[in-house]
Structure formats: structure tokens, C-alpha cells
């Protein structure tokens, strides 16, 4: 169950550095903005994000108001954001530079609602486990940080093009989803075994 948490982490944060690091770069680049409007621009998916962050929580408290278990309160939000994220890939067939950005900020938004880990870190982690699970936790996300602009580079270097780069985000959001549905099973808290004395 944590190993399914801690790669959806990895999953998740994956968007989070392609809009950090190579989002301004794809709109100067592949859609001839200039920096300044560019700039601007890359400002309104991190607004959704934002917002997208704080309804998921509200979401994922209510269903948990509303008598759902924990399982499908938590992953209720993560899927359905995640399924948002990955539209960014309409982006390799649509021309108008304002629907990009508009489809990227519904990605972000997406990215924002399913950003739920520490809450599910919170819910699952072993009390006498919980700085080593959230550790690891940060570790597979920051490990996200390193690799995501490193391959994004390979593959806008080596085919002239960000299309791919946005099917291996979106690639990454499917995954996260597939780690939540299939890998992590009920979300509950781990109870280490103690030895006896």
C-alpha cells in the first residue's frame, strides 16, 4: 500500500516540474510567445492549481462527511484529478495559443485536486513509522524534481517536438491513477509488529 503511495507521489510530482520547469520554454518554443507573455501565461495554471488544491481537500472532506470510507474519499478526488491532467495531451492537436493555456490550467487544476498525498501519508502511515514514511514520501517526490526536466530534455532534444513530452506527463498521471486503483487497495493505517521485550 505505501509503495503504491509513494510512486503516485513520484507520478503526481511529475506534473507539478514540467509545469515548473519546461511549461514557460513550451510556450515560448512550440507556440512563439514571447517571454513576457509567456510568462504571464504560465501564471494561470499554477492560479488553477492552486484553487484545484484547496477544492480537493474540500472534496475529500466532504465525502468523508457524507459516510464514504476513507478509500473512496481519498481516492475519489485523486482519480478524478488525475483523469483531468492528462487532457493536457489535446494540446498536441489544438493551434489556438488560448486554448492551450486554457487546457493546460484545466490540467493543472486537475493536478491540484488530486494532490492529496499527505493527507493519505497522514491516514496510513505506522505511528512509531510516520518521519521515515514521510520521508520517503518527499524522497519519491523530489526524485520526480531530478528526473522529470532530465527526460523532458531528452525527448524535446531528440524530436524536435514537446508532443511527446506531454504524452509522458500525461503517461505519468494514468500511472499515478493505476498506483491508487490497483496498487494501493484500502487506504488504512500500517501496524508494525512489535517484538516482544
Known sequence: MLLGIFLGQYCITTLTYFFLTW??????????MSILKAGLAASLPALCGFFG???????????L????????ARKVPIVAGMLLSVSMIMCNYVHAVGLVVGIMSL????????SLGWAVVSDTAPKDGAGLCGGLFNMFGNTAAITTPIVIGYIV???KSFNGALIFV?????TAIVCY?????????????????
Request: proline fraction near 3%.
Open 65 to 72: 462527511r457524507r459516510g464514504q470510507s476513507l478509500a473512496v
Open 170 to 174: 500525461a503517461a505519468n498521471a494514468v
Open 53 to 63: 488544491g484547496v477544492l480537493g481537500g474540500l472534496f475529500s472532506d466532504y465525502l
Open 157 to 159: 532534444q531528440s524530436t
Open 107 to 114: 490540467a493543472f487544476f486537475g493536478k491540484g485536486i488530486g
Open 23 to 32: 511549461f514557460p520554454d513550451y510556450l515560448v518554443r512550440e507556440r512563439h
Open 181 to 197: 486503483l490497483l496498487v494501493v487497495g484500502d487506504i488504512k493505517r500500517v501496524e508494525l509488529r512489535k517484538e516482544p521485550a
